[in-house]
Nanobody, 119 residues
Framework: QVQLVESGGGLVQAGGSLRLSCTASGSIFSINNMGWYRQAPGQQRELVAGIIRDGRVNYSDSVKGRFTISINNAWNTVYLQMNGLKSEDTAVYYC?????????????WGQGTQVTVSS
């Protein structure tokens, strides 16, 4: 079992920046894939960014050039640097993890952290 805890969410003005963090505990040796999903009210949950242990990184088209995903050497903490935030980025952001080296795979989920961007 893997436990994920997000932090770093909050309220920010449009054009501002936030840095989300997610720390994994438990059977972290099995993790080969970590990422971030988000869900806004009334909308489907969508993959924002992901990173796989073999080095592959992926982003949704809506955040490319603005968001950056990174992970520490121990592979137990993943970050999402969010720059140039827009009101449409407002959502609950969830940290995810998986054993599979497949983009978008999410077996374990954090509780989520709220990001609110004001216009």
């Amino acid at each position: 079992q893997v436990q994920l805890v997000e932090s770093g969410g909050g309220l920010v003005q449009a054009g501002g920046s936030l840095r989300l963090s997610c720390t994994a505990s438990g059977s972290i040796f099995s993790i080969n894939n970590m990422g971030w999903y988000r869900q806004a009210p009334g909308q489907q949950r969508e993959l924002v960014a992901g990173i796989i242990r073999d080095g592959r990184v992926n982003y949704s088209d809506s955040v490319k050039g603005r968001f950056t995903i990174s992970i520490n050497n121990a592979w137990n903490t993943v970050y999402l640097q969010m720059n140039g935030l827009k009101s449409e980025d407002t959502a609950v952001y969830y940290c995810t993890a998986s054993r599979l080296r497949v983009a978008g795979t999410a077996t374990y989920w954090g509780q989520g952290t709220q990001v609110t961007v004001s216009s």
